[in-house]
């Protein structure tokens, strides 16, 4: 069973950029497809990026599309999150997961993921 712990949130202004991390422990970190989510205060909890275990492939959400990006450490058991060109609409609690059976269909569903970080608060003033 995996253990993740998500870290470098802050408040940022519009424009700025903001890396936000994910360490994980317990598990063969290698085994697991991780993503990225989000949710804002009264909203749904929203697909943001997934990488699947060989770290291959990346998907991402629609509205960070071409401003984030997603990368993986496997030997540093880490996962991390740059965003760029950050926007009020990004403010959020930001959630690392992991699945061991992700299936590719299903990238975008937070049901996929069994383990979760705690989240970290990204907050991008006007």
């Known amino acids: 069973q995996v253990h993740l712990v998500e870290s470098g949130g802050g408040l940022v202004q519009t424009g700025n950029s903001l890396r936000i991390s994910c360490a994980a422990s317990g598990g063969t970190f290698s085994n697991y497809a991780l993503a990225w989510f989000r949710q804002a205060p009264g909203k749904e909890r929203e697909f943001v990026a997934a990488?699947?275990?060989?770290?291959?492939?990346?998907y991402y959400g629609d509205s960070v599309k071409g401003r984030f990006t997603m990368s993986r450490e496997n030997a540093k058991n880490m996962v991390y999150l740059q965003m760029n060109s950050l926007l009020p609409e990004d403010t959020a609690v930001y959630y690392c997961?992991?699945?061991?059976?992700?299936?590719?269909?299903?990238?975008?569903?937070?049901?996929?993921?069994?383990?979760w970080g705690q989240g970290t608060q990204v907050t991008v003033s006007s």
């Open positions: 997961a992991a699945s061991s059976t992700l299936i590719l269909s299903q990238v975008r569903s937070h049901e996929s993921y069994a383990y």
């Open positions: 990488n699947r275990r060989s770290g291959t492939s990346t």
